[in-house]
């Protein structure tokens, strides 16, 4: 699936000296994922997790540490959804992935790259 973002200099700079709006499609990477991917289930939890996202893009602090059971999409969204995001809003920035395996690491790169 190949997503559409404008990701010119202007637009660049357009979003530092007017950041998204708080409600828009990139306020939060869960509201990215929610208008990119129409499967993407917006939960709870996982709305808490884009909008710390936002507030660690924002500079409200510079460290986070998400903790959540296996298997609810933490990964989805704080990897492979907060990475796309974070490229958006800062086009020139570079983005690691890591992980405890290379095969989950590898396959988190792959799907983060547009």
């Known amino acids: 699936m190949m997503f559409e973002v404008d990701v010119s200099p202007w637009s660049a700079t357009a979003d530092r000296l007017d950041p998204p709006a708080p409600g828009s ?11 990119c991917d129409p499967t993407y289930v917006m939960r709870e939890h996982l709305r808490v997790i884009g909008e710390e996202m936002a507030a660690l893009e924002r500079g409200d602090f510079d460290r986070l540490m998400i903790n959540t059971p296996p298997q609810v999409g933490k990964s989805v969204t704080a990897v492979e959804w907060s990475a796309f995001w974070w490229l958006v809003l800062h086009p020139k920035a570079r983005v690691v992935i890591g992980s405890y395996g ?11 790259v547009v």
């Open 102 to 112: 290379d095969d989950l690491a590898m396959n988190r790169d792959r799907k983060s």
């Open 25 to 35: 499609e990139r306020a939060t990477p869960t509201a990215l994922a929610a208008h």
